[in-house]
């Protein structure tokens, strides 16, 4: 049970985005370093609300999730969108696409190596040559050095739900655990756990790398989830120490 994607409308307002910065980033993104076309591919779509936008900016967009209320919320909000079900790490769709994304960390849902070049082989195939991929995740060597976000109570309310949520890393599985609390009064506590793979971004270039893709630009910020937005012409900054990891890789052509 996770009580959010269970919950959409409940995810929407604990997880706003009135100004579509995530949907717009990824257009910026087309826009600067160039696609065959503008059939994209949206893994993880969660609500819909990105690939829902991105289909008033032009794009004929699809988008993958797993879960169902999810997946039932997206085609009531988004009727001219087509919205699939499947996995990040094994979906097989029959078709192509000249762009896929892969937004707040959906990417980071696949935990082990395995099932990671899984899921660049599959965007590889579904990506028409010289297609993009796009991806904003945690970035692993973030955490790698710092602990103000882990092992301490955070707390913050949601219609008339109050969450209390704790980080940990598994260093041995690579992974980024959170533990969460719902409460609401006179009902009982909903316990929900969660974990993320925590990549760094050598180890993001690899599997790209030996998936078939060039990587054409790694970068911590601008982004829809930092301090700096996304503008055209912004310069990406490439230090690589902030909390979030962007990723841009273009498909080589595929082997005859």
């Known amino acids: 049970m996770n009580l959010l994607t269970d919950n959409p409308a409940l995810y929407e307002v604990a997880f706003p985005d009135p100004e579509h910065t995530a949907a717009r980033f990824v ?6 370093f ?10 993880g779509c969660g609500t819909g609300r990105d690939a829902g936008h991105l289909a008033t900016l032009g794009y004929p967009a699809v988008g993958l999730e797993t879960s169902p209320q999810m997946l039932d ?57 010289g297609g993009l991929f796009v991806a904003e995740m945690r970035n692993g060597a973030f955490f790698l050095g710092n602990d103000e976000t882990l092992n301490r109570v955070q707390e913050r309310t949601v219609n008339d739900l109050h969450a209390t949520t704790r980080l940990s890393i598994d260093h041995g599985a690579q992974l980024l655990r959170r533990e969460r609390i719902w409460r609401a009064e006179g009902e009982p506590d909903v316990v929900q756990h969660s974990a993320w793979r925590l990549l760094f971004p050598q180890e993001l270039r690899y599997f790209l790398t030996v998936a078939g893709f060039e990587v054409l630009a790694c970068f911590d910020a601008p982004g829809p989830r930092t301090d700096v937005p996304w503008t055209d012409g912004a310069p990406l900054h490439s230090t690589l120490s902030g ?12 082997a005859s």
């Open 73 to 129: 919320h997206a085609r009531a909000t988004y009727p001219d969108v087509e919205f699939v079900s499947g996995r990040i790490e094994s979906f097989d769709l029959g078709a192509t696409f000249d762009v896929i994304t892969c937004m707040d960390s959906s990417l980071l849902y696949c935990h082990t190596n395995d099932d990671l070049a899984r899921a660049f082989a599959a965007c590889h195939a579904h990506l028409s040559p």
């Open 27 to 32: 257009d910026g993104v087309v826009r600067r």
């Open 34 to 43: 160039g696609s065959p076309g503008r059939r994209l591919l949206d893994l």
């Open 243 to 254: 909390d979030r990891l962007h990723v841009v890789a273009r498909a080589h052509r595929k």
